[in-house]
């Protein structure tokens, strides 16, 4: 009957024991989760390739941006590249020279644009009517061509040499009544930044130089 009761004692005791053992691991914290957590805020935060990438780009747009000129019946543009100057503006309801007849639309007519412009640089130049657009009274029109030479002069579409100057026209067939023409050329964009605009109305016009 003693060994019985001691035998019982111990029991109880291993029992209680685990029991107490098991309840203090149950309310700790590994210590790892407390490495981790301090490693984690002693990194130091660098700014990302994303961002250094977009702050280039914005230098690089800030130093391509292109420059809009106005020039008009009175006021040219030159600088150590490019000259270009406004020399006439009229307007033909025919041309005839003998063997061709270039005659406009009914209740049209032909606004032909004299210009000069000069290639500075050591390379030749092109005017690529591409890179032509105009507006007339608002809406978009599309140059046209003549077989006849107006005063003499031919297309400024051409080349211009190196160190060379080119004399020719522009013609487009508008309303007999327009307004307004507005004009652009962005043929020097991509390589000098730099788009020529003008405009123009009934009271620009004035006659060319003679042709040499």
């Known amino acids: 009957m003693k060994n019985k009761c001691s035998l019982l004692l111990v029991t109880l005791s291993i029992t209680v024991l685990f029991s107490a053992c098991g309840k203090i691991n149950s309310g700790q914290t590994p210590s790892n989760d407390k490495n981790i957590s301090s490693t984690?805020?002693?990194?130091?935060s660098e700014p990302s390739s994303?961002?250094?990438?977009?702050?280039?780009?914005?230098?690089?747009?800030?130093?391509?941006?292109?420059?809009?000129?106005?020039?008009?019946?009175?006021?040219?543009y030159a600088?150590?590249?490019?000259?270009?100057?406004?020399?006439?503006?009229?307007?033909?309801?025919?041309?005839?020279?003998?063997?061709?007849?270039?005659?406009a639309a009914k209740n049209k007519k032909y606004l032909v644009l004299f210009l000069e412009i000069s290639n500075k640089t050591l390379e030749e130049d092109y005017i690529n009517v591409n890179y032509l657009s105009a507006k007339v009274d608002g809406k978009e029109i599309t140059n046209t061509v003549l077989f006849n030479e107006p005063e003499g002069y031919q297309t400024i579409f051409d080349h211009v040499g190196v160190q060379d100057t080119l004399k020719g026209f522009v013609v487009w067939e508008v309303p007999k009544d327009w307004k307004k023409i507005e004009i652009k050329y962005s043929g020097w964009e991509d390589i000098d930044n730099l788009n020529i605009n003008c405009s123009f109305t009934p009271d620009d016009y004035f006659d060319p130089p003679q042709y040499e």
């Open 40 to 44: 984690t805020s002693d990194v130091t």
């Open 50 to 76: 994303t961002n250094i990438d977009e702050e280039e780009n914005n230098v690089d747009e800030e130093e391509t941006k292109t420059t809009e000129i106005n020039i008009s019946a009175n006021s040219g």
């Open 79 to 103: 600088d150590e590249k490019h000259e270009v100057t406004v020399l006439g503006l009229k307007s033909y309801k025919k041309l005839d020279d003998g063997t061709y007849k270039d005659k």
